[in-house]
């Protein structure tokens, strides 16, 4: 009787662990599949010439184009900022007179 157990429950480990593997060869790693769903990496010093500007609507857009991201914005020196990065994301960061003191990506 305990060996009835006992093999009906190696029987269905290994049925679960069967269905936990992967068998697919052509999977893609996570960078690449980024890139084909059309997420790009955000290249800072592309957009170095946006420091000493002021920060405006025109000037952003036109370092997240240059930089090749995704998404950009301004920071104040006083903002609040998670700590969340993302490489598609560019970042201009103002002092106290909305002048753009540095770039980079995050």
């Known amino acids: ?5 006992a093999s009906s429950g190696l029987i269905l480990a ?3 662990l069967a269905g936990c593997s992967s ?14 769903a059309g997420y790009s990496r955000c290249d800072a010093a592309a957009a170095q010439f946006a420091i000493g500007k002021p920060a ?8 997240r184009i240059k930089a090749g991201a995704q998404t950009a914005r301004v920071l104040g020196p006083d903002d609040m900022v998670t700590f969340e990065y993302r490489s598609d994301r ?3 960061n103002t002092d106290q007179t909305a002048t753009v003191n540095r770039v980079n990506c995050g």
């Open 14 to 16: 290994a049925a679960v």
């Open 90 to 92: 560019l970042n201009l």
């Open 1 to 5: 009787m305990p060996w009835k157990y």
């Open 23 to 36: 068998t697919s060869g052509t999977s893609k790693p996570a960078e690449e599949s980024a890139s084909d």
């Open 56 to 63: 405006s609507p025109a000037l952003l857009e036109q370092a």
